[in-house]
């Protein structure tokens, strides 16, 4: 078994991947192992062991550029999670939008995204657009039509964290790249599902968390594009950042260097290097897995969509009784508390339960699944 917890104790049905994946056994070893090896402080000193392990950052950085594909190691920043990311970016955002400016978000944004974009157009008196989706797809026709010289910001997940539809980023982004926009992807549910290729999709931000590639918690990574790197900041100041100090003046370190704040989360950013490891050597067996799984999912509920992941929602008729059952059979599913205020409020005010399967679920345990949905005479939308 690769991951430990769906055989501790009593073996569990573990279907709420899209909230967080499991750690695998590599995990845990590294975790270990970085406590006892490599358990001392990144660029406060100069001894040959701080020298190792500032090299054995770079190879954390090293193998994200490859995940992600983007140009160079410094567009890369680790963060706390993505909710702080987007906070961050969004603070920096404030110098280039001004008073009756207008941003763009879609009706599927996690409220990670739409809770702090309110908080900000308060403050900076700016218009924010909210356009629909048709079968919980970006329409670019009808995207254009929210276009014009006063819009400034484009937020979009590419995978929607409720429905699983998979957004055209790359069409999308050639638009937005045309018209002048800034353009920030949320990447956080598509990073373990599909290839995120930036060199192709070109964007100009862009965020994940790295408990969505079965490693740490509470750590994030940004890529921001150079020609943005340079003119963002930390709105925080301390030591780690400054490269000389003295009575008349104050220099920060260079593009990513200047993030690296205090003591950096090394006991996460560590064990990550070698659960990276491991799923890009895995890459190929976990996608392909992936989708075999989304397509028997389909196929046993007779349901045909394109561009869709391995994420469902299912509508509950009766919520207590189907939770009962659903505890009994110990599988974890995620049931009402959906993080999307727009679809709890107008899009769909049914009571729903998500199903997000991985690589790791097994034939059985749908069919299990399944059962239980066609007995409470549920439905998959």
Known sequence: MIFPILKYKKKIIYFDN????????????????????????????????????????????????????????????????????????????????????EVLISNLEHNSILIPIINFIKKKNILLKIFPTFNNYININVLCNYFNNYTKLIIINYISNNYGCINNIKKISKLVNYNNIIILID??????????????????????????????????????????????????????????????????KNLSNKFNLGTLNLM???????TLKWFLSNIKIIFFLNKYLKIFFMFLFKKRKKYISNIFLIKINNNFTFNYFLEINKIIV?????????????????????????????LKEILKIKFLIHFFNNKII
């Open 187 to 252: 990447s956080t549910q598509s990073i373990n599902y599909i290839n995120v290729n930036l060199l192709k999709i070109n964007v100009d931000l862009l965020i994940f968390s790295f408990h969505k590639l079965y490693s740490s918690t509470g750590l994030s990574v940004i890529y921001i594009k150079k020609y943005l790197l340079n003119k963002f900041f930390y709105f925080y100041l301390g030591g780690g950042i400054i490269k000389y100090i003295d009575y008349n003046k104050i220099i920060f």
């Open 268 to 274: 996460a950013i560590f064990p990550s290097y070698y």
């Open 18 to 101: 899209a909230s967080t994946n499991q750690k695998p056994k590599i995990y845990y070893k590294s975790v270990i192992n970085c406590i006892k090896k490599k358990n001392l402080n990144l660029q406060k000193n100069d001894y040959h062991k701080t020298i190792k392990l500032n090299f054995f950052f770079k190879k954390i950085k090293f193998l994200l550029k490859i995940l992600i594909n983007c140009k160079s190691l410094e567009e890369i920043i680790f963060f706390y999670n993505s909710t702080n990311s987007i906070n961050f970016i969004l603070q920096n955002l404030k110098n280039f939008i001004y008073k009756n400016n």
């Open 334 to 362: 995620r049931c009402n508390k959906m993080c999307n205020y727009i679809k709890n409020m107008f899009l769909n005010k049914n009571n729903n339960c998500r199903i997000s399967i991985s690589f790791f679920n097994k």
